[in-house]
């Protein structure tokens, strides 16, 4: 079956529509401020599994987190290093990926068995409001079959996932193009796992110690 394209409307009004169908155990792909992200419910295990099938994503890498507001990285990790306080009051919302041990409750779905969880708040008044109606915080990753090129548009998608997946909110172009820069705080010193919109000079600037 093919995704629906979910038209934004002036007032948000497909956000109400998308949330509902999030709600409901689909999984749906929306624009963010870096590329367009691919979302299910937490509570929604078997959509986070869809999640894994619709991408060809290998099921032993994690699903990063995005959230509708710093509080909730909180209800996630089982605990929040000082590094993670700085980079959140510097970079929340904006295009960094934290990575930090996940509280119990998070879903093996999420973590992958890592017994981590990546999280993010995007800087896009779509995205946040979406992610809020959605209880503050989606499962997501890049809308993308895995190892391809990042989404930027719903047509691009609809042309590369929209037999795998449920609907696509049409947010427009997303204006970053590239995906989060991504930082693991778990160990005895914050380590880069992948460079991406967020420079490196600007998290070292906030953190030295990064490796």
Do not use: H
Not at 1 to 10: D, S, T
Not at 147 to 155: N, R
């Amino acid at each position: 079956m093919r995704a629906v394209r979910i038209p934004l409307g002036k007032r948000g009004e497909g956000i109400v529509e998308a949330a509902g169908m999030l709600a409901s155990g689909k999984i749906v792909a929306f624009p963010t401020d870096t590329v367009y992200g691919l979302g299910a419910r937490l509570d929604r295990p078997e959509a986070v599994k869809a999640l894994y099938r619709a991408k060809g994503r290998p099921e032993g890498r994690p699903i990063p987190v995005l959230v509708s507001s710093a509080s909730e990285v909180y209800q996630l990790a089982a605990e929040v290093p000082r590094w993670a306080e700085e980079l959140m009051r510097r970079f929340f919302p904006g295009a960094l990926t934290i990575v930090l041990r996940a509280a119990e409750w998070v879903p093996q779905e999420v973590t992958a068995g890592s017994g981590k969880v990546g999280v993010r708040m995007p800087d896009c008044a779509t995205a946040l409001e979406l992610i809020r109606q959605c209880g503050g915080a989606l499962a997501v990753t890049s809308a993308n079959p895995s190892g391809g090129p990042e989404a930027v548009s719903a047509d691009e998608v609809l042309a590369s996932l929209g037999s795998a997946i449920d609907a696509v909110l049409d947010g427009g172009r997303c204006t970053g193009g590239l995906p989060s820069t991504v930082v693991d705080l778990c160990g005895d010193k914050p380590v880069l796992l992948r460079q991406g919109a967020l420079p490196l000079d600007e998290i070292a600037s906030v953190l030295p110690e990064i490796a």
